[in-house]
């Protein structure tokens, strides 16, 4: 089968090679995979910014990816048949598994797989599995009250556009940060009101629409101090990127993606029904792979690129 290989850290070493298919194990399905996202992670890893992450003893070549769509192909030991055939999103935790997505077949235990309804294409479908569990994750862990609000810095990104969706869907008040010219997309996301990136005083212009400051806020664009001081006294603050340090009684903590099959059952049947929008910057062919981190590497604004698979 072909898969995505990083042999040398650095985008210009990604290659496609043939590997030997996997067979599922004990209590895991094999899933031929029809699309797979690109994620801020997987480029992490091809860049070897996260090399001190992995695992001891681990070596390259690595196949990245921490999701997919596609269908079950074949069941291991202790798995019921009958999910042969069942069009799945299927997520791995690939710094304690190193068992990457990118890859024509992918084995995976059955309980990071979730069945889902035919319609959407894979190509949107796999978007939602790192960034939304992320975001959900995120906004699970802030513990909201009712009528509190919430900011949300990188509004309109892969994991902040989705935040702010559910944040909305959920009946919060939420501010979106985004660029100027992302003002409309974060307010036909959901944002009850916007600020831009580019305001000289963010922590001014959040408290100019919530006095005080907001009960509470998800840094997903990496904003850190300067969104810390948006948030008022004794509030919370939520990073999926780098934790500052806290200050005036605030809770600051680092939230990440996991696997939470009902939150994933629950984001596919949002994103099937139009409730969660899951826009694709581009679709990019396995044999491409390259030319796909490459693209990512350019990248702004929402809209994942993905990784796409001929039918086999």
């Known amino acids: 089968m072909k898969a995505v290989q990083v042999g040398e850290f650095g985008v210009e070493h990604v290659t496609v090679a043939e590997v030997t298919d996997p067979s599922p194990g004990h209590g895991e399905v094999l899933i031929a995979t029809e ?14 910014a996260v090399a001190a992450r992995l695992p001891w003893g681990s070596a390259p070549p ?6 997919l769509a596609g269908r079950v192909v074949a069941a291991g ?19 304690e598994s190193l068992r990457g997505t990118q890859a024509a077949l992918v084995a995976l235990p059955v309980g990071n797989v979730v069945p889902v309804p035919d319609g959407l294409p894979s190509t949107q479908l796999t978007t939602v599995g790192l960034n939304g569990l992320t975001a959900w994750r995120g906004l ?19 994991v902040g556009g989705f935040a702010v969706e559910l944040a909305a869907s959920r009946g919060f008040t939420v501010i979106g940060v985004v660029r100027e010219d992302q003002r409309h997309a974060a307010l036909e996301l959901g944002a009850t009101a916007v600020v831009t990136a580019d305001d000289a005083d963010l922590a001014a ?8 400051g907001a009960d509470a806020l998800l840094d997903t664009a990496s904003v850190a101090g300067p969104a810390l001081a ?7 603050y939520v990073t999926v990127t ?31 029904t139009g409730r969660l929008h899951t826009p694709v910057a581009r679709a990019v062919g396995i044999d ?15 809209g994942r690129i993905v990784l796409s698979f001929p039918e086999t």
């Open 35 to 48: 699309a797979a996202t690109i994620n801020p992670a997987d480029f992490a890893v091809v860049t070897g």
């Open 230 to 236: 948006a948030v008022r006294d004794g509030g919370k």
């Open 140 to 158: 699970a862990d802030l513990k909201l009250g009712d009528h509190e609000t919430l900011v949300v810095t990188g509004a309109v990104g892969s």
């Open 205 to 212: 212009a959040v408290r100019d629409i919530a006095p005080g």
């Open 62 to 67: 690595y196949t990245p990816g921490w999701d």
């Open 288 to 302: 491409d792979a390259r030319a796909a981190y490459e693209a990512f590497a350019g990248r702004s604004g929402r």
């Open 77 to 95: 030991e202790g798995v019921s048949p009958s999910v042969i055939g069942s069009r799945v999103l299927g997520f791995s935790l690939w710094f």
């Open 242 to 272: 780098t934790v500052p340090p806290a200050e005036r009684g605030i809770d600051v903590f680092r939230s990440g993606g996991r696997m939470d099959a009902p939150a994933l059952l629950t984001l596919a049947d949002m994103a099937s």
